[in-house]
């Protein structure tokens, strides 16, 4: 298996190569070169797999450059015994009705669907690192509005030859996203809080990735910057697993026989998860629809449906917050390949993108795309409601991303009839969310929850909700804030590269003793 660019001007690169580089020089996106195809027999013997050989075998076959040893060494890691997620499946599959099941996907170290694929990408990471000849340190940069960073940092602490620095906005965080990250362990990690907002943040990361000059000099001493986000084909990989296992869950607990077709229905922000469950059809999953549900931050529906992609509009702040992206930088893959590969197109639009923030698709473009995706929005309202209805009808605690994805379902199957076995991905535990969910229980009029009215200790309310409703909060945020503090560093927006170099060269010290 080789790898290309969206926009071609790449082709034939390894992918141990696409994941080092995670993005393609000419800002496109890696994609895979050759197609991968599960047959009916092969269907039937990955049935009966667990997780983690499973995720081996689908591997394999996108990561050809790895040996097997290799393979199991990185699927051991992640999803075998010692893994970090906190049952024997890390994706357990709940059943709530006749048709619909959900896919718990935040069973890890930060209760939130990032970590199936930040628990893995630092092994593939430090495999292809190896099999480089030039011995190479990486440092990997993020700037992080919450989620993303502290999940990279769980992900990447302790990682061979990769080192991990964090930025975040000081005052941007919530206070359990902010402890979160101010109590990671590791002895590779660096956590910085940026004066300013998420913006000044994200633009100071951009830069010190832009400065040709200080990439060269970090080259002499031997390292090289690198990113974890999830345009990174090595993030992508991972998530494709899970929807085979979702269905192989169905078919074991005789929901379906082997060969139905399933729906899916995924709370999409910046389309990499749902982009996965198109690249398991495409491998041969039998599904039916792909629903793609958003926020009020709806550009991606609205595309979908009219094949307008149209960025220009007001940024709203949600209680959906993963989900808040105007500019859907996974969407360029689906793109290229709806329009038959076309690059020049894709180079095209991505270019009408950048300058004008808007871009058109043709028709048969459209017509591939609404063939197997269907999508629409929820509002705040609709969001909070669903919330509250899935926890009075099934005793389902969902938290505000997964309630988006449940209310365009109930959308789906009022506007199509479709009644096809669906399965719902559930992005992140409601004890993550605790103030959206418990305002939502006590608006809906159910008794108890009142009391949570006006408490906004964000250590509190979780205990409180867990008490009400009987479901344990994760281990991970249980005990947050009894965790001992262990970075304090505040940096100014414009000193950024500064903290870079002086971490950098604490390492370099470190290593000669
Ligand atoms: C990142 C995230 C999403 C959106 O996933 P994409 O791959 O960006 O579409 C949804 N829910 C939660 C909780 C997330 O963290």
Redesign the pocket.
């Known amino acids: 298996m080789t790898y290309k660019s969206t926009r071609g001007a790449v082709s034939g690169i390894s992918f141990s190569e696409a994941v080092l580089r995670g993005i393609a020089p000419d800002g496109g996106l890696f994609v895979p070169e050759q197609n991968v195809r599960f047959d009916s027999l092969e269907l039937a013997e990955m049935c009966e797999m667990d997780y983690k050989n499973l995720a081996a075998r689908i591997i394999a076959r996108y990561a050809t450059d790895f040996t097997d040893a290799e393979i199991s060494c990185c699927v051991e890691k992640a999803y075998g015994t010692g893994s970090r997620f906190d049952g024997v499946d890390p994706a357990p599959v709940v059943h709530l009705n006749g048709t619909l099941s959900m896919l718990e996907l ?1 069973h890890g170290p930060t209760a ?3 970590d199936m694929a930040l628990q893995i990408l630092p092994a593939f990471m430090s495999t292809a690192l190896k099999k480089r000849r030039e011995k190479e340190r990486i440092a990997i940069l993020t700037a992080t509005s919450g ?2 960073g502290k999940a990279a940092l769980e992900g990447f602490r302790d990682a061979d030859g990769i080192d991990i620095i964090v930025f975040y906005p000081e005052h941007g965080v919530s206070r359990t996203q902010k402890q979160q990250m101010v109590t990671q362990e590791g002895g590779n990690v660096s956590v910085a809080a940026v004066r300013g907002n998420f913006d000044d943040a994200q633009t100071g990361v951009k830069r010190i990735f832009a400065d040709a000059e200080f990439a060269a000099a970090l080259e002499k001493s031997g390292w090289r910057l690198s990113s974890a986000n ?1 345009i990174n084909f090595g993030r992508l990989l991972p ?1 494709i697993i899970y929807y085979f296992h979702a269905y192989f869950s169905l078919v074991r607990a005789d929901r379906i026989s082997m060969g139905a077709k399933v729906n899916f229905v ?10 996965a469950a198109y690249y398991a059809f495409k491998s041969g999953l039998p599904v039916g629809r792909l629903i793609c549900a958003a926020n009020s931050n709806n550009v991606v529906s609205d595309f979908i449906r009219t094949g307008f992609y149209d960025a220009n509009r007001e940024f709203t702040v949600t209680v ?1 917050p ?2 808040d ?1 105007l500019i ?1 930088s ?1 969407l360029e893959r689906l793109i290229y390949d709806m329009s038959g590969e076309d690059e020049k197109a894709t180079a095209r639009r991505m270019m009408e993108l950048s300058k004008q923030g808007c871009y058109n698709v043709d028709r048969g473009t459209l017509a591939a795309i609404t063939s197997v995706f269907w999508s629409d929005f929820a509002t705040e309202e609709e969001t909070k409601e669903t919330i509250a209805e899935i926890y009075r009808e099934y005793g389902y605690l969902a ?1 505000p ?1 997964t309630a988006v994805g449940i209310n365009v379902y109930d959308k789906y199957v009022i506007s199509t009839g479709d009644i096809t076995p669906t399965v719902a991905v559930s ?2 535990s409601p004890f ?1 969310f605790t103030g959206c969910v418990a305002e939502a229980l006590a608006a809906s009029g159910i008794p108890e929850f009142r009391q949570t009215t006006g408490i906004d200790d964000e250590f509190r309310l979780p205990r409180l909700l867990s008490s009400l409703t009987g479901k344990s909060v994760p281990e991970p945020l249980a005990d947050l804030d009894r965790r001992p503090v262990l970075h304090t560093g505040v940096c100014g927006a414009d000193r950024m590269k500064d903290w870079v170099t002086e971490y950098i060269e604490n390492r370099k010290d470190n290593d000669h003793v």
């Not at 995924?266 to 982009?275: K, R």
Request: charged share 15%; glycine share 6%.
């Open positions: 935040w939130a669907f990032k989620d993303t999830s998530q995924v709370p999409t922000g910046n389309f990499g998860d749902i982009l959906s993963a989900m992206i859907s996974n938290d991303h992005t992140a993550k």
